[in-house]
């Protein structure tokens, strides 16, 4: 297309693995993962949920080996959350709590790393990663602007450079930090609370039916890979309106019709007037009343009242 039109750049990255990186139509092949991979669990629990069981998998192994091809680690950990975050779901259906009890696994681990292990928790991740020199700078990454942060709180350090040493590259790949160094605590702290405010709005949304509950599990999912791939990747541009995109794009779970309310909506029911008379004009009662035992000094009023 950059032939014909103008176009994105293509980024000459250092083959991995002896293959080239995807970009497709993406400033940098980290972007394509992350895009293409975040839309894994609403390809197999929304997409896919009517689908033949053989058929729900094809669809999202290939989503899944698509985000694969930019052969980065932030986008393939997303894919892997995503994939472990299905199982959980699908393992422990019959447990109402089984998010309450997996946050809760979860913070137990990272206080076990923290009072245990030998190194600190995002040293133990990066040594996950592709290259230990990307994974070494991300970590240089957060040690420094955490302290330019520190230095500039409130109005950051806007748009040019930030507080680093010269060796450094001047990339910042940690969304939710960026914001901080660049716009200050307050810029930071909103975009995470606009986030977490999306996500526990939608969570708190109770007595849905099964097919809206497989939405509202896919939508979490779908933003939890979101959170853990904005803590190694930089979100910008297209990929950055996209991230808006799909957290304000669950929304409409919150208007979702309740339980209670779906077989009136679903079957378009009209009240209608009942045929059958009150009791005082019939004497009789209603056919439930007919039904019903009554003991013999009712038997005996109602045989006086039909004389009179």
Known sequence: MSQVFPSIEIS???PRWGLRRAQLFFEHPILMGVCLGSVLALTHM?????????RRWMHSTMVAFTAALSLSSGPMSGVLLQYLLIGWNWMLSQIKARWGILIALILMFIVAVQLFAKRPLPNILVSFAFEQDSGYFRILIWEFGTQSVARHPLLGVGLGSWDRPSWMPPS???FW????IIFGLPGGLLMMGFFIAAVIAIGRVRNLDQRHYDYRAAYLITMASFFVTGWMVHFWNGTYVFFLFM???GMWILDAPR??????IEGNTRSRPSRVQPRAATGRGTPAERRTPRSPRTRSRNRERLAR
């Open 12 to 14: 000459y990255k250092e």
């Open 259 to 264: 339980a209670a309310e779906a077989p009136a």
């Open 46 to 54: 929304v997409a896919g949920r009517d689908m033949r069981f053989s």
């Open 172 to 174: 910042i790949d940690m």
């Open 247 to 249: 957290v304000g794009a």
């Open 177 to 180: 930090l960026y914001n901080a």
